[in-house]
């Protein structure tokens, strides 16, 4: 007996001086499992995504036998150094509204964000019979400061013009009744910074459209207040954001594997804090 528990304490003591080179092959492994092996963790979905799902879908049910339907404007605000969050969110709120068949315009004040958002319209579209110029179009990169976004919702046709082809707005069928930010009921900006700020002081109080905000981890806490006033009507946080509306739509993409990764890799560093602990723990009883 005595043997035994000499055993046990000594296996415990070593827990606490594992090599880190052998940390590290743990953490490869744990990655890389679920690319593998299929590892499904549920997602739940919390209120601030749904509140951006509810907002697609309310403008969807106003468009029910409307001769001009209202749109959605998607602000591509991000690039290449936020893609890990800001892409899934964005490819979804866009699998969405095609879905839905909600019409919508993509635009940003970054200069790949928007082509980005342009390349997974045109990959999603012919999945639900969309079409550009019809069912949504692209104005691009676009300039936005205050003066500009102020003369963007008071003429939306007279600022944009023409889309990324050179077509002229008026020959475009999905703009058809659209002249200010008041045919514009839903502003989606997903960004990397705090660019929905101004959306919200400039815009919201004249025109009274609803706004969600696509945010990188670190931003989103700043934004919960926002939530609480209404000035938000919905929030995608991260690659959590994302995850959870694939999970709404039920097409598992980008975010969810992303998210099966990082659960793997939390649950790894929690059995090595729990492991590491308990070492400690009996370590210091035998010392006693």
Not at 57 to 65: D, F, I, K, Q, S
Not at 168 to 184: E, N, R, Y
Not at 253 to 281: C, D, E, K, P, R
Request: hydrophobic share 45%; net charge positive; charged share 20%.
């Amino acid at each position: 007996m005595a043997h035994r528990e000499n055993t046990n304490q000594g296996f415990w003591q070593r827990a606490q001086t594992i090599d880190r080179r052998y940390l590290f092959v743990l953490l490869v492994v744990a990655v890389a499992l679920p690319s593998f092996v299929r590892i499904s963790i549920p997602v739940h979905v919390f209120d601030d995504t749904m509140g951006v799902y509810r907002s697609i879908e309310g403008v969807a049910r106003a468009n029910t036998g409307k001769r001009y339907r209202k749109m959605v404007l998607v602000m591509c605000d991000w690039g290449p150094g936020s893609k890990g969050e800001n892409w899934p969110q964005t490819e979804s709120v866009i699998h969405h509204m095609l879905r839905r068949g909600v019409p919508f315009m993509i635009m940003g004040i970054d200069t790949v964000g928007p082509t980005l958002a342009e390349g997974m319209a045109e990959r999603i579209a012919p999945r639900y019979g969309r079409r550009y110029g019809i069912d949504w179009v692209s104005f691009g990169f676009r300039y936005f400061g205050d003066p500009q976004l102020l003369s963007f919702v008071k003429d939306i046709p007279g600022f944009v013009q023409r889309d990324i082809h050179g077509t002229p707005v008026a020959k475009l069928p999905v703009m058809a009744g659209i002249h200010d930010m008041s045919d514009v009921p839903l502003l989606i900006d997903v960004a990397a910074g705090p660019e929905v700020d101004r959306w919200i002081r400039l815009a919201q109080p004249t025109y009274r459209f609803k706004a969600a905000f696509g945010a990188t981890a670190v931003m989103a806490p700043a934004y919960y207040p926002y939530l609480d006033s209404g000035q938000l009507s919905g929030l995608l946080v991260g690659m959590r954001g994302g995850a959870e509306y694939e999970e709404l739509l039920g097409a598992p993409g980008q975010a969810t594997q992303g998210m099966t990764l990082q659960s793997m890799a939390h649950l790894l560093v929690a059995a090595l804090v729990i492991l590491g602990n308990i070492g400690y723990v009996v370590g210091r009883r035998a010392r006693r």
